[in-house]
């Protein structure tokens, strides 16, 4: 998952400095899960839709970025007119000089400490204020376009919810249990587990399981009744862990694949496990939502748009790395649905702390953002039922909030572990919803709104290459798409069993 935990706490930054916080908010838990769904659907099949999603994904991102300028323009355009007629109200009448002076006075206060300061009047559609997603959405959207926003948002924070609340318990389970006992060396590469198996004496695999996800729930459930604030030295700590541990699965599994150790014999194309490699992939392409505390931020804007598009070559480049290598390295049938377990292995990994540390990986880095995202949800569920000058009941606000919030992702992980699902429909369905729908709409009212505030003959400056309306349509219609086809293949596959 990509939270907000660290581009929230970002204060300014170059080009360059936001360039690698992009790299590192979209790569993240999904891309975990990648290698499994590339093994499942096939390499070319997995390679095209990859490319395809990642152009669309791109796509999205630039016309988030378009809708974050035209939110600046309108606000600033509030302020004049507020400004106005302040001024008209004011006894004191003040020059037309000392007018222009205090604005260009307010706008500097509020534009980047790192911008390139011009002289003149400044762009309207400079993008300064951060204009999250949902104050986009209240103003673009009439009331019900607001709240289906939120529901969308809501489904999306639920979902990320409960694949952590699973992968970590699922990690721990898969580390401590084997055939032969505790030692994870007892894991061979043929071995097929079931959840009845033993684990630890009488208990089996699924209690381990059980018993993890209510340690888990009691040790960061109670973190969702509060606020969780100064997280970003810890963020940092948990990138640094993540980008070594994906560097020494790479390194590894390229070493056994140079030394003929490779087992894997992918198809070329098995469209059966499209559906899930849709999902996962949509998720794995996920960051439109943290764009404007990301984005705002960067200094010097003048080239954003190469700038995403270069983000978006090099996190393609990661991903088929990171899949190619891991289908061509191990069989399609061994791959774990969280590919780190695979490096658990005694036969593929010899130093035991490395084996502990792929294989506990997600525990660590999953464990730090579960939280952040609790209150994340916890937040939007209050912003969905606040009303204006109302206040909330202290047992609403500090127990019913949070347990709403809680309690649904704890009773999906106790009721599967299957994660490559879980990322799946929560990419397919809400990732959808937020990667296609909303900003496509976006776009489109802003464009819309933008023309009658300020006429035809006034550009966006950070306007979408894509910006004809063509695009919109297009990308409406390939997510209503792409809807109908993961529905039906739902259907179809539970028709069969």
Known sequence: MKTLSLTSEITQAGSSVGLVYMFNLIVGTGALTMPKAFATAGWLVSLVLLVFLGFMSFMTTTFVIEAMAAANAQLRWKRMENLKEEEDDD????????????????????????????????????????????????????????NLFYFCIIVYLYGDLAIYAAAVPFSLMQVTCSAAGNDSCGVEADTKYNDTDRCWGPLRRVDAYRIYLAIFTLLLGPFTFFDVQKTKYLQILTSLMRWIAFAVMIVLALVRIGHGQGEGHPP?????????????????????????????????????????????????????LLSFTAIFCFRGDSLMD???????????????????????????????????????????????????????????????????????????????????????????????????????????HCRRDIQLAFGCGVSNKHRSPFRHTFWVGFVLLWAFSCFIFVTANIVLSETKL
């Open 268 to 320: 070329l194309a098995d469209f059966s496990g499209v559906r899930n490699l849709f999902g996962v992939c949509v998720y794995s392409f996920m960051c439109q939502h943290s764009l404007p505390s990301l984005i705002t931020p960067v200094s010097s804007k003048r080239h954003l748009t190469r700038l995403v598009f270069l983000d978006y070559l090099l996190i393609l480049a990661f991903y088929g």
């Open 91 to 146: 006894s004191s009448t003040a020059s037309d000089s000392d007018v222009l002076i205090r604005d260009n006075y307010e706008q500097a206060e509020k534009r980047p400490i790192l911008s390139v300061q011009k002289r003149g009047s400044p762009n309207p559609f400079e993008i300064t204020d951060r204009v999250e997603m949902g104050q986009m959405a209240s103003m673009f959207f009439n009331k019900v376009g607001v």
């Open 338 to 444: 969280m590919y780190t377990l695979n490096f658990a292995r005694c036969d593929v990994v010899r130093l035991a702390a490395v084996r502990f540390f792929l294989g506990l990986f997600p525990v660590f880095t999953i464990s730090t953002n579960f939280p952040i995202i609790a209150v994340t949800l916890r937040n939007n569920w209050k912003t969905l039922f606040h009303r204006e000058g109302g206040t909330y009941p202290w047992v609403v606000d500090r127990v019913v909030f949070p347990t709403i919030t809680l309690v649904p992702p704890v009773l999906v992980a106790f009721c599967t572990h299957d994660l490559e699902s879980l990322v799946g429909i929560t990419g397919a369905y809400a990732g959808t919803g937020i990667q296609y729908v909303i900003p496509a709409f976006l776009v489109y």
